[in-house]
């Protein structure tokens, strides 16, 4: 497409999310395949997110005039190449070795936001480096005021564009998988996850070549030579997820930039963001890996949005896994759409060629949608929704 600088390519074996993700159980160990696709107790609230978001349909104009579709979508000042971006995911590198900066690579490439996990396993720094300073960095709520300060001043020298505060990690989610793998905190190298590891050459050579994942960004805070199970002793005292107004406050006093709540589902903490001068909220439910009780993502943001667009910028993920649920949530208000397995997948796919090719798809998709529908401007999606 003439707007798009990136060149789209496809590897024509794995032409979905499906196919990456059934390429990525065969290559990843059991324990990080596991660790990547579930959500938490039963999953009740991961399917909830794939199922009502398919519910959303769109309305087609074959008859009207149409000129091309343009996948541009402006956001904080900044023109994307289009309306989706990398979510913040921890540990990848114990998923796919190196799989941050690959994820980085190809967003800066493609010119769409990357999300930087405060507990993943590359540093603000090398990411920076990567993506010259376009990166967002995601910050889990430190308990400590000086590493908090420290952070957001990192964040900041490096030129990080956005930050996104988490709200819905109040506590760790129970996932009955990580919990049977070992991978609950702290985690554990079992017989049964060394065996995995054994039959997964492909991971193992690589985690040989990249060395063991580590906490990159928080490695200046840790005291060294930590085993596993100190190491989770570590994390457990370090962060205390649970926000409050004065966190938020104290956060937005110090960042100048952009401030994004992820994680906010309700009226009631939208508007305390709002009253607290956030820029934008990521409306979330961690994709379903909280909160099995919850509701989906896209019935709230559908609300949320028609009630506050004009005070706070509206974004949306969780369950999203392709083109047309991307227009899906910008057809029902979203102003920005965000995924997390459906690029980890990709990675644990195809390595190295996973971040490229994911997005491809994903702006393959999307656009052939926009084209289906006759909608030139990704901001007149909403003409085209039917279940209003
Ligand atoms: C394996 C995994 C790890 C995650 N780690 C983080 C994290 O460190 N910080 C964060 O804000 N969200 C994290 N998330 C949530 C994602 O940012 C995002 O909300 C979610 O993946 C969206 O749902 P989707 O995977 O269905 O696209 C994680 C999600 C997954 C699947």
Redesign the pocket.
């Known amino acids: 497409m003439a707007d798009q600088k990136k060149e789209i390519k496809i590897n024509s074996k794995y032409p979905s999310v499906t196919d990456l993700r059934n390429r990525a159980k065969k290559k990843m160990p059991k324990f990080a395949f596991e660790?990547?696709d579930g959500g938490c107790n039963e999953d009740i609230n991961l399917d909830k997110?794939r199922s009502d978001i398919q519910k959303v349909e769109l309305m087609p104009q074959y008859l009207s005039k149409f000129d091309k579709s343009d996948l541009r979508t402006e956001l904080f000042g900044h023109t994307y190449d289009a309306p989706f971006g990398i979510?913040?995911?921890?540990?990848q590198g114990l998923?796919w070795p190196n799989s941050p900066e690959i994820l980085a690579k190809a967003a800066a490439e493609h010119n769409i936001p990357f999300?930087l996990?405060?507990?993943?396993t590359s540093s603000i720094e090398r990411i920076a480096e990567i993506t010259e300073g376009k990166s967002w960095f995601?910050l889990?709520h430190p308990a400590e005021e000086k590493v908090k300060r420290d952070l957001l001043d990192r964040s900041a020298a490096a030129g990080t564009d956005v930050l996104?505060i988490?709200a819905d990690?109040p506590t760790f989610g129970y996932r009955p998988r990580d919990v049977r793998n070992g991978l609950a905190m702290p985690p554990s190298m079992s017989v049964k996850n060394i065996i995995e590891v054994f039959k997964k050459p492909d991971w193992a050579i690589q985690t040989l070549i990249h060395g063991q994942p580590a906490f990159k960004t928080l490695e200046p805070y840790m005291p060294k030579g930590l085993n596993l199970k100190k190491l989770g002793e570590f994390m457990d005292a370090t962060f205390s997820g649970r926000l409050n107004e004065e966190r938020i406050a104290s956060i937005r006093e110090q960042w100048k930039g952009k401030l994004v709540i992820?994680?906010v589902v309700s009226e009631e903490d939208t508007e305390k963001a709002i009253s607290l001068g956030v820029d934008g909220l990521?409306v979330?439910?961690?994709?379903?890996?909280q909160l099995d009780a919850g509701q989906s993502t896209i019935v709230p943001m559908t609300h949320l949005a028609k009630k506050y667009k004009d005070k706070i910028k509206i974004m949306v993920?969780?369950?999203?896994?392709g083109g047309p649920d991307i227009a899906r949530a910008m057809a029902s208000g979203a102003e920005f759409t965000?995924?997390?397995?459906?690029f980890?997948y990709g990675v644990g796919a195809l390595g190295k060629e996973g971040g490229d090719h994911t997005i491809s798809l994903m702006k393959r998709e999307f656009q052939q949608v926009m084209e289906q529908v006759c909608c030139e401007k990704v901001g007149d999606l909403p003409n085209h929704i039917i279940n209003k």
């Open positions: 660790y990547l997110n979510a913040p995911v921890g540990l998923m999300i996990s405060t507990v993943t995601q889990y996104v988490l990690v992820k994680g990521i979330s439910n961690h994709g379903g890996r993920d969780s369950g999203l896994r965000f995924m997390g397995r459906s980890m």
